[in-house]
């Protein structure tokens, strides 16, 4: 029986459908306090979170209002999708519209995803990357918010699986160039001072970026900061790193 003199706590604005579409961060195990000395110790293979497991699986990166993740998973059910998204407002946004479509193949995880990638995520077993119009921090002290570093380049080759891509598109400029100038080392025949010796080189091939299966008449991806920037006749900058397969 409700008690009338306690206030009903606000319901949530957006159903996340934790267990179904939303995994918050305190369903991982916690980090074990031997992680730095043995990285392996915190892996959690994130393909059990899909009714197949066993179906190719992809990762994107900052979806913001998901309309990738949703769009893409339904257009491609041969694939399992893992949105990751730090934000709890565009966490729970995305995952309540893909629950409203039950996708069974997509899946939100709220956590950076830097730090998922570096602690979590299990080597070799990621087909695809998608990172769509990753946050600019254009300010120098900003730089190191930037998702795309050397440190995230190295873990990406790790957890992609060989001929595993890592696809990109942004609409800015300043920003390409910071990583035009990290894909130069990335994809060099001789070795950068960056590139960790476990790596062979080059450690990434890159191609031209070919336009998702979602994308609509003349889109690359379809993301919702795509849409705005074309509206706005912004120019975009696009390309694949793929590990060698
Ligand atoms: C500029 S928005 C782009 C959203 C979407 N990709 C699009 O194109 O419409 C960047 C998104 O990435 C998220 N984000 C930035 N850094 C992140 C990180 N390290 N881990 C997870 N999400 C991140 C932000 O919260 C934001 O929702």
């Known amino acids: 029986m ?63 209002k998901g309309t ?12 399992n999708f893992l949105g990751i998204e730090w934000e709890h407002e565009y966490y729970s946004y995305s995952a ?3 629950r409203r479509v039950s996708a069974p193949n997509a899946r939100m ?9 570096r602690w979590r995520c299990p080597s070799a077993i990621v087909r695809v990357i998608h990172l769509y119009f990753s946050d600019p921090w254009p300010k120098s002290r900003h730089h190191k918010n930037r998702v795309v570093q050397d440190r995230f380049l ?13 696809r990109i598109v942004t609409d800015h400029s300043e920003y390409w160039a910071w ?14 001072p960056e590139i960790p010796v476990l ?18 008449e003349g889109e690359l991806v379809g993301t919702n900061f795509e849409r ?8 975009f900058h696009s390309c694949v790193l793929r590990k060698p397969g």
Request: charged share 30%; aromatic share 8%; proline share 14%.
């Open 2 to 64: 409700n008690d009338p003199g306690v206030t009903p706590a606000t319901p949530p604005k957006f159903d996340d459908a934790p267990g179904v579409i939303g995994i918050a961060p305190g369903e991982l195990p916690p980090l074990p306090d031997s992680i730095l000395t043995e990285p392996e110790s915190g892996r959690h293979d994130p393909r059990i979170w899909f009714r197949d497991p066993s179906l190719p699986f992809e990762l994107e990166i900052g979806c913001g």
């Open 68 to 79: 990738f993740i949703l769009e893409e998973s339904r257009a491609r059910p041969d694939a």
């Open 96 to 98: 309540d519209r893909l």
């Open 109 to 117: 995880l709220r956590a950076d995803a830097t730090e998922f990638l």
């Open 154 to 166: 190295a873990d990406a080759w790790r957890v992609l699986l060989p001929g595993g891509e890592l």
């Open 179 to 192: 990583m035009e100038e990290r894909f130069a080392r990335w994809t060099a025949p001789e070795r950068a």
């Open 199 to 216: 790596i062979p080189t080059p450690a990434f091939e890159r191609m031209a970026y070919q336009k998702t299966t979602a994308a609509g």
């Open 228 to 235: 705005k920037y074309r509206r706005e006749g912004r120019p």
